[in-house]
DNA sequence: CAGGATCCGACACGATACTG
DNA sequence: CAGTATCGTGTCGGATCCTG
């Protein structure tokens, strides 16, 4: 891996840019153990609305992660599943799920130490 | 890992929010051979202005990724190096490059397959 | 050189209401 | 239930100018 391919302008970004937004990691990890409607995506997920979270999956469904399949049936059902591309991206998601497992602790403190600094220059 | 460890409200958020903005991961990976100061960062980096690459920074520092180091000198001489913190980050960001390596090919096909699909709609 | 101040556009996200 | 339309808000990122 050349040393400048992480940096602007060079293909790598586009791994970053794709978890460059709240949901769309969220979504993926949500649909790793198979096919969810959204309303299950919902429960699972939690404090995502409705709106949100489609505009989430049209995004990862025009990015090859995400497919959508649609039955014919009242009331309407619809269920989405990671592509195979999609699930290639399981293992370096929970790199970062392990990575804040282990050291979330400590961006916690350096926050609230940055925020005492703040407020002691401020006070 | 619980399976829910990665959804909303949960600690595991932490590491997405801190890839969460288009210059966090490449500025990381940009110190990861060492202390720079912004001018080189601005150069090794590429289509970054000085005010986003400040601003990143700070934010950088705030959450214990990054330190700031002045020199008492005129010009003004600044270092910004990783903090042991950050350094642990290198291995998930790399994960994604790897990623980006191996699959940005077919991500550009997907998109341009969808692209592709709306023109056709809308023409 | 470092980096703050300002103005600005784009967009993600949320809440709500509505259609099929 | 699935999905869209609308509106409001906050923030990121870019460009420019200015200071020490």
């Known amino acids: 891996m050349e040393p400048d391919e992480y940096l602007a302008d060079c293909r790598t970004r586009l791994a970053f840019d794709l978890m460059a937004n ?5 979504v993926i990890w949500a649909l790793r153990s198979g096919p969810r409607r959204p309303v299950e995506l919902r429960e699972l997920i939690g404090g995502v609305s409705g709106k949100v979270l489609a ?13 959508r399949h649609a039955y014919a049936e009242a009331p309407p059902r619809v269920e989405y599943a990671l ?3 999609g699930r290639t ?3 370096p998601i929970e790199a970062f799920g392990r990575w ?3 050291h ?3 961006v916690l403190a350096a926050q609230d ?3 005492r600094r703040a407020a002691r220059q401020a006070g």
Chains 1, 2 share one sequence.
């Open 22 to 26: 709240t949901w769309n990691p969220v």
């Open 55 to 67: 505009e989430t999956l049209r995004r990862l469904e025009s990015n090859g992660l995400v497919t």
């Open 83 to 85: 592509t195979r591309l």
């Open 89 to 91: 991206l399981l293992g």
């Open 100 to 102: 804040a497992h282990a």
């Open 104 to 106: 979330g602790d400590e």
């Open 113 to 115: 130490e940055h925020e």
